[in-house]
């Protein structure tokens, strides 16, 4: 095992089937699902994350001598801001208008997946000493890439806390934003979720659910591993096309990569499928993490009052405490979510700019923006559906 004295190997990969899975995972850690082998190589052996998407791989490694995997990084040289959920198209316009050219980028995170994981993923086995070490490293050298290549930017997605500090140790700056997020407080069952709610709330949310299923007929389960068959990949693909047309314009990804992530990781997948006189009518995407259930794709052919909600919240909420885990990641967005128990949660990203005019530009219009998204959330929170006294 590395002690620190040794030399290391810095490289960079364009494609994640040149590194070994294995390696790669005890980098990770294993508790994300987006950020393991099996989801990021599914992205670009569909050919859902390539030059043409906008996004082209430039894996970042640090190696010892004899050859074995330390630490890593998920890093893209991106054409557009497509599919980031941390926008940055106003900086792009502002740094275009003063005659920069904002594109190409660096990113470095999960394409098409606002999810908060680490972006500088080091080996669990290595001493603390240097895991710190070796995280700066990756921290700076992508800096270093970005300022040597003459890029406008580098940014680092969805970060977690822990990692705040090493990003702005070598530079970046920081910004924060909004997610809705369920916290499981050790409930047995939905029912003791629902005992802290105010009464009006829970009353509410009875309702809700009764109307959206046995009022219309509908019946809910919830598929993983074997359980999946194609036919669940067919509805759910047509469901994902329907809503991303509607939503985005045009969709992220291909039937392909949802036939791969059936093939590689079925396991981590949670689909929940609603159906009516045997035929399936809604549909969401969820992955299993080792502590969290992360909400994804959504869709219907059928515009039946409260089943989204029913599929994408309430269903996750029973899977979360029958599984254990210890929150529900719902997505990007959505005011609503805090009605069925969901609270405003800060998420953060990193970001490095070179030039010292658009850094002092961009690090003004941050702190504005920090201070407007922590009063929001402040606000936000006083109309959660909970108790005062059970108020997270």
Same mark, same amino acid.
């Given at each position: 095992?590395?002690?620190?004295?040794?030399?290391? +190997?810095?490289? *960079?990969?364009?494609?994640?089937?040149?590194?070994?899975?294995?390696?790669?995972?005890?980098?990770?850690?294993?508790?994300?699902?987006?950020?393991?082998?099996?989801?990021?190589?599914?992205?670009? +052996?569909?050919?859902?994350?390539?030059?043409?998407?906008?996004?082209?791989?430039?894996? *970042?490694?640090?190696?010892?001598?004899?050859?074995?995997?330390?630490?890593?990084?998920?890093?893209?040289?991106?054409?557009?801001?497509?599919?980031?959920? *941390?926008?940055?198209?106003?900086?792009?316009?502002?740094?275009?208008?003063?005659?920069?050219?904002?594109?190409?980028?660096?990113?470095?995170? *999960?394409?098409?997946?606002?999810?908060?994981?680490?972006?500088?993923?080091?080996?669990?086995?290595?001493?603390?000493?240097?895991?710190?070490?070796?995280?700066?490293?990756?921290?700076?050298?992508?800096?270093?890439?970005?300022?040597?290549?003459?890029?406008?930017?580098?940014?680092?997605?969805?970060?977690?806390?822990?990692?705040?500090?090493?990003?702005?140790?070598?530079?970046?700056?920081?910004?924060?934003?909004?997610?809705?997020?369920?916290?499981?407080?050790?409930?047995?069952?939905?029912?003791?979720?629902?005992?802290?709610?105010?009464?009006?709330?829970?009353?509410?949310?009875?309702?809700?659910?009764?109307?959206?299923?046995?009022?219309?007929?509908?019946?809910?389960?919830?598929?993983?591993?074997?359980?999946?068959?194609?036919?669940?990949? +067919?509805?759910?693909?047509?469901?994902?096309?329907?809503?991303?047309?509607?939503?985005?314009?045009?969709?992220?990804?291909?039937?392909?990569?949802?036939?791969?992530?059936?093939?590689?990781?079925?396991?981590?997948?949670?689909?929940?499928?609603?159906?009516?006189?045997?035929?399936?009518?809604?549909?969401?995407?969820?992955?299993?993490?080792?502590?969290?259930?992360?909400?994804?794709?959504?869709?219907?052919?059928?515009?039946?009052?409260?089943?989204?909600?029913?599929?994408?919240?309430?269903?996750?909420?029973?899977?979360?405490?029958?599984?254990?885990?210890?929150?529900?990641?719902?997505?990007?967005?959505?005011?609503?979510?805090?009605?069925?128990?969901?609270?405003?949660?800060?998420?953060?990203?990193?970001?490095?700019?070179?030039?010292?005019?658009?850094?002092?530009?961009?690090?003004?219009?941050?702190?504005?923006?920090?201070?407007?998204?922590?009063?929001?959330?402040?606000?936000?929170?006083?109309?959660?559906?909970?108790?005062?006294?059970?108020?997270?």
């Amino acid at each position: 095992m590395p002690d620190g004295s040794e030399q290391f +190997d810095i490289s *960079v990969v364009e494609r994640l089937s040149d590194i070994s899975p294995q390696q790669w995972d005890a980098c990770t850690g294993g508790e994300n699902p987006f950020l393991s082998h099996a989801f990021l190589s599914s992205l670009e +052996d569909a050919g859902c994350v390539c030059a043409e998407a906008g996004w082209s791989s430039r894996h *970042v490694l640090i190696k010892e001598d004899g050859g074995a995997l330390l630490a890593a990084s998920p890093l893209y040289l991106k054409s557009n801001s497509m599919g980031e959920y *941390v926008f940055d198209w106003g900086w792009a316009e502002a740094y275009e208008r003063a005659g920069g050219s904002y594109y190409p980028k660096l990113m470095a995170g *999960v394409p098409f997946t606002p999810v908060s994981g680490p972006r500088l993923l080091v080996r669990g086995d290595l001493n603390t000493t240097l895991r710190r070490n070796l995280k700066r490293s990756l921290s700076e050298t992508m800096a270093g890439a970005a300022q040597g290549a003459g890029l406008s930017s580098l940014h680092a997605n969805f970060i977690p806390d822990d990692d705040v500090d090493v990003f702005k140790d070598a530079g970046y700056l920081s910004r924060v934003g909004l997610q809705y997020h369920w916290h499981n407080c050790g409930y047995g069952c939905y029912d003791d979720f629902l005992s802290v709610l105010t009464s009006r709330k829970r009353k509410a949310l009875k309702k809700e659910r009764r109307i959206a299923t046995e009022n219309n007929g509908v019946s809910i389960e919830r598929l993983s591993g074997d359980a999946i068959r194609p036919e669940h990949w +067919d509805a759910l693909y047509g469901f994902y096309l329907d809503t991303s047309t509607r939503k985005w314009g045009q969709p992220y990804l291909n039937r392909d990569f949802f036939q791969l992530l059936g093939e590689r990781m079925a396991e981590r997948v949670m689909l929940v499928m609603a159906s009516r006189g045997g035929d399936i009518i809604a549909g969401a995407l969820n992955l299993i993490g080792s502590d969290a259930l992360y909400g994804r794709y959504w869709g219907c052919k059928e515009d039946i009052r409260y089943l989204h909600f029913e599929v994408c919240y309430h269903q996750a909420i029973d899977a979360a405490i029958e599984l254990g885990l210890a929150r529900v990641e719902a997505g990007a967005q959505g005011e609503h979510k805090i009605a069925r128990g969901y609270v405003p949660v800060l998420t953060h990203s990193a970001h490095f700019i070179p030039d010292g005019g658009f850094r002092k530009a961009v690090a003004q219009f941050l702190d504005h923006e920090r201070r407007a998204i922590t009063h929001e959330r402040e606000l936000l929170l006083e109309e959660s559906p909970y108790r005062q006294t059970d108020r997270l």
